[in-house]
């Protein structure tokens, strides 16, 4: 899917009870322009418990990276996300997640802009031992909502790239999380890994592609959480043909990012992301060098509470 590097953050709060870490929040920034690495938490929602995200986030640039690695000079290209994000507790150890791109825009400077939604993705996490070392696997599915070919015109009007806001393929993920809480710091650890069983569109088979990411999380003055992160993500295999990088095949990226939340109150919050991708790790490979800003705007409620 037409991916930019985002993702990232996730559990940006853990709460201490008598020692005890407590996932309280789950920010899931999950943006386009190759597949993002992802933050995960080994903490589930308790049940009843209910999370929910508004977020936008949006870059530019001229910066390519080919299927050689090599650094390309292209038209500025552009793009703005809004997502939904939602996670519910179904029981003490299952919990369900739901991710959306309400509205995708993006175009390069020399073309028009195109808009739509984004692919739907669902996900059912389950958690082991969360009192003592939480540990989650995942398993979703990623559902080919949007239109898969989007026409944007080109300037001269003559011509037309596609820019689709979906990748026309079904997507398995599978994932595996695993958290510590630091106490008494008030802080935590976050390990997590992941693989996206990619199928195929218009007779074009995608590589599959793997992802592994650590965080760290620590909070001040009780409202302010603060989260670094650090991540990869690799395909399997190299593309047998010449592709386009809308549909983020053979992608490979090192991603780093920063986030911050601020807690309004019991139930609201305030969300800052910053993400970028690099070479340090692995080498960028059909991407686009992304430094993209986000904010967002949380939701958090236990309904199994009696009010």
């Known amino acids: 899917m037409l991916r930019c590097n985002k993702p990232l953050m996730s559990g940006p709060g853990i709460k201490l009870e008598a020692g005890l870490p407590y996932a309280l929040l789950s920010i899931v920034l999950v943006l386009v322009l190759v597949q993002p690495v992802k933050a995960q938490s080994g903490w589930v929602r308790k049940k009843g418990e209910t999370f929910s995200q508004l977020s936008y986030a949006g870059y530019?640039?001229?910066?390519?990276?080919?299927?050689?690695?090599?650094?390309?000079?292209?038209?500025?290209?552009?793009?703005?996300?809004?997502?939904?994000?939602?996670?519910?507790?179904?029981?003490?150890?299952?919990?369900?997640?739901?991710?959306?791109?309400?509205?995708?825009?993006?175009?390069?400077?020399?073309?028009?802009?195109?808009?739509?939604?984004?692919?739907?993705?669902?996900?059912?996490?389950?958690?082991?031992?969360?009192?003592v070392l939480p540990?989650?696997?995942?398993?979703?599915?990623?559902?080919?909502w949007a239109k898969p070919n989007r026409l944007a015109d080109n300037e001269d009007g003559f011509s037309s790239i596609n820019l689709p806001t979906g990748d026309g393929e079904w997507n398995i993920h599978a994932g595996l999380?695993?958290?510590?809480?630091?106490?008494?710091?008030?802080?935590?650890?976050?390990?997590?890994?992941?693989?996206?069983?990619?199928?195929?569109?218009?007779?074009?088979n995608f590589k599959d592609?793997?992802?592994?990411?650590?965080?760290?999380?620590?909070?001040?003055?009780?409202?302010?959480?603060?989260?670094?992160?650090?991540?990869?993500?690799?395909?399997?295999?190299?593309?047998?043909?010449?592709?386009?990088?809308?549909?983020?095949d053979g992608s490979a990226f090192t991603q780093y990012g920063l986030n911050l939340s601020y807690l309004l109150n019991d139930a609201w919050g305030l969300g800052l992301q910053y993400y970028n991708n690099a070479d340090f790790i692995?080498?960028?490979?059909?991407?686009?060098?992304?430094a993209t800003l986000g904010f967002s705007v949380f939701f958090q409620k236990d309904f199994s509470q009696k009010q």
Not at 282 to 287: F, G, H, K, L, T
């Open 60 to 131: 530019t640039s001229d910066t390519y990276y080919n299927l050689e690695g090599e650094q390309v000079e292209t038209a500025e290209f552009y793009q703005h996300n809004l997502y939904l994000y939602s996670e519910y507790g179904i029981s003490e150890k299952l919990s369900v997640l739901m991710n959306v791109p309400l509205m995708r825009a993006q175009g390069f400077s020399t073309t028009e802009s195109v808009w739509g939604i984004g692919d739907l993705r669902l996900d059912a996490k389950y958690g082991f031992f969360q009192e």
């Open 135 to 144: 540990i989650a696997v995942s398993l979703g599915v990623e559902v080919p």
């Open 177 to 204: 999380a695993i958290s510590q809480s630091l106490h008494p710091l008030p802080a935590y650890v976050n390990l997590s890994g992941g693989y996206n069983k990619r199928t195929s569109f218009e007779g074009q």
């Open 209 to 248: 592609q793997w992802t592994v990411n650590t965080q760290l999380g620590y909070q001040f003055f009780d409202k302010v959480w603060m989260q670094v992160q650090l991540g990869v993500q690799q395909s399997i295999e190299k593309p047998e043909s010449l592709v386009s990088f809308v549909r983020g």
């Open 282 to 290: 692995i080498e960028r490979v059909n991407v686009y060098e992304s």
